[in-house]
Every structure is written in structure tokens, then in C-alpha cells.
């Protein structure tokens, strides 16, 4: 039996994602767009982890471990970018 609770947790983040998108677009400066980019990034990826569980099926956990391989080298790539002002 599905827990209750996980489409609630997947509802919730989708509202947490929403706001982040606000938050991006919103955002007075670039770190303020990198974190709410950053945060919706998590939030999908727990959102995939959480589908993953509702349906039973584990292959998912591979899908979202490598999306959260490919945002973290993308979030460090930016930092590297508006440090020195150019990514290579």
C-alpha cells in the first residue's frame, strides 16, 4: 500500500518549485537566480525520488542521481563563471 503522504510531498514541492521560479525571475541579483535555479533543481530531484517510490520502480533513483550530478557541476561551472567572469 502507497503512503498517503507521498502525492501530498510531491504537491508541496511543486509549490516550492513554483516559488523558486518566481524567485529566479524576481531575483535582484544573479546569486539570488543561482540559488532559486539551485533550489528547483533539488526539488526535482526529490520530486523524481518520491515517484520512484509511488510507483515501485527504482530505476528512477539512477535518473535522479545523475540529475543531481549534472546540477551540481552545473551550479559549480556558474560559480566558476561569475568568479573569474568567463567559463574556460
Known sequence: MVDPMVPW????????????????????????????????????????????YLRRSFMFLDVALVYALCSFLATVAVLKGLRRGRLS
Open 9 to 52: 510531498c510531491i504537491a508541496l514541492m511543486v509549490t516550492l518549485s513554483l516559488a523558486a521560479v518566481y524567485r529566479g525571475v524576481r531575483g535582484p541579483r544573479t546569486e539570488d537566480r543561482l540559488v532559486a535555479v539551485n533550489l528547483i533543481c533539488t526539488d526535482t530531484v526529490l520530486i523524481v525520488i518520491l515517484l520512484a
